[in-house]
């Protein structure tokens, strides 16, 4: 999961940033409204993580103008100050939950799993294809009942390739999955992660799409 993260609090910035990037998602943070809106627009996120207190644009405004521009990207809010007025605002901004600080790491990530399964549509909060199943609270997964080791990048391409099972995922989105904006990637590290699946889990589970990128197929 790619989230944009929106906070001007340097240390609580990092604070979430740090605990976010140990639960294995991709953050790319940005410090003020403007930068956040600028992103969103450029890139593609899975979840926005926004402070209502910022510089150069309200976290409102962001909200407003994200919303404006129809898109569906999630939002989970974050209200400085726990005042009815606030979430009731931001809810009705389009945010699709909030969160008041101080708040628990823990329950940040939990809410961010909830909205991203949401988001899909999904009720189950695993992800399952056959006798693969992968489980995004416990970071596990098994196959036929057998628990697979997998690396965190590895982790996460194959969170992203099952989320959207039976649709062919661009080479570019799970680099951006894995790193962010932060580097060029070199060109080889998909398929060795990809082949290192298709080691750990069948060779016939991830095809390729020439060109494009890689498929889970719906479990028929
Ligand atoms: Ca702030």
Redesign the pocket.
């Known amino acids: 999961m790619r989230i944009l993260l929106v906070?001007?609090?340097l240390l609580l910035g990092d604070g979430i940033r740090v605990g976010l990037s140990q639960e294995g998602y991709t953050v790319d943070w940005v410090t003020d409204g403007v930068a956040a809106s600028a992103a969103a627009e450029v890139e593609e996120f899975d979840l926005m993580v926004l402070?209502?207190?910022?510089p150069k644009r309200s976290g409102l405004e962001v909200l407003a103008a994200l919303r404006d521009r129809g898109s569906s990207l999630p939002v989970l809010i974050l209200t400085?100050r726990d005042t009815l007025g606030d979430r009731v605002q931001g809810l009705d901004a389009g945010a699709d939950d909030y969160l008041s600080k101080p708040f628990d790491l823990e329950e940040l990530c939990a809410r961010a799993r909830a909205l991203r399964r949401r988001a899909q549509g999904r009720a189950s909060p695993k992800l399952v294809r056959g006798d693969l199943v992968l489980d995004p609270a416990a970071h596990s997964v098994t196959l036929a009942g057998s628990p697979v080791a997998l690396s965190a990048g590895e982790f996460t391409l194959l969170s992203l390739l099952l989320e959207h099972a039976g649709r062919v995922v661009p080479r570019e989105r799970m680099e951006q999955t894995l790193y962010g904006w932060v580097k060029e990637v070199d060109s080889n590290t998909i398929e060795v992660y990809v082949h290192h699946l298709r080691k750990k889990l069948g060779s016939d589970l991830i095809r390729t799409v020439r060109g494009v990128g890689y498929r889970i197929e719906k479990a028929g």
């Open positions: 906070e001007d609090d402070d209502l207190g910022l400085a």
